[in-house]
């Protein structure tokens, strides 16, 4: 998970280059970083280190990297953000009035390239790293997320990331879910999570709900 809020350094860090357009870098060089990044549709430029350059920009570009911003924030990550692309209640104030107070999740859902549908665990969330296990994500010590067998097919990680979004929801924990993710979470599992559907319709975390 990302780093100690006494470090001076960002996490993650989005803005416009004069030559590569929107992008962000990942001054710490994290694995946790680079993998969120990719999901969010920013890919590695070539000779720059640590640089990410949004892919296909001329499709909804700001918006998509506005959402990335809060989306990251909400996942735990420390995000940097030129004002195009902050997300925050004072750059919007009519949007403001319109969303829920901003919590950071205890569970966050995303995409790897290469490890598949994984997650992250806010630090003191104990009962959201048991709830993954019972759904089958085992966690990886040296990246300090969780992972599914890598057998594990996407459908069927898709039913996975529904039925413990579920169980989260009934243990009263906030959960995020990569937009893209649960876009096709939506489509697979149509009754399932209603957040997945909350996060399509925008960045905001999934409300708390009582347990019954």
């Known amino acids: ?63 998509r990297a506005t959402r990335a911003v809060g989306l990251l924030r909400k996942a735990g990550f420390r995000v940097d953000a030129d004002a195009a692309f902050d997300p925050s209640p004072a750059s919007s104030p009519a949007a403001a009035r319109d969303r829920p107070p901003r919590v950071e999740p205890d569970v966050a859902f995303a995409e790897h390239p290469q490890l598949g549908v994984v997650a992250a665990t806010a630090d003191d969330t104990s009962l959201g790293g048991q709830l993954l296990e019972e759904h089958g994500w085992r966690h990886n010590s040296s990246l300090d997320i969780s992972t599914l067998p890598i057998t594990t097919a996407r459908g069927q990680a898709l039913g996975k990331v529904a039925q413990a979004t579920v169980a989260m929801h009934r243990a009263d924990l906030q959960v995020a879910v990569q937009p893209a993710l649960a876009r096709d979470i939506t489509a697979r599992h149509p009754s399932a999570p209603s957040a997945a559907a909350r996060h399509e319709r925008g960045p905001d975390v999934a409300p708390r709900r009582s347990p019954s």
């Open 1 to 63: 998970m990302p780093t100690p809020e006494h470090d001076p350094l960002p996490d993650i860090a989005v803005g416009r280059h004069p030559d590569f357009g929107i992008v962000a870098s990942n001054p710490k060089q994290l694995a946790a970083s680079t993998w969120m990044l990719k999901g969010f549709d920013f890919h590695p430029v070539s000779d720059h280190p640590n640089l990410y350059a949004l892919a296909n920009q001329q499709r909804d570009g700001q918006d």
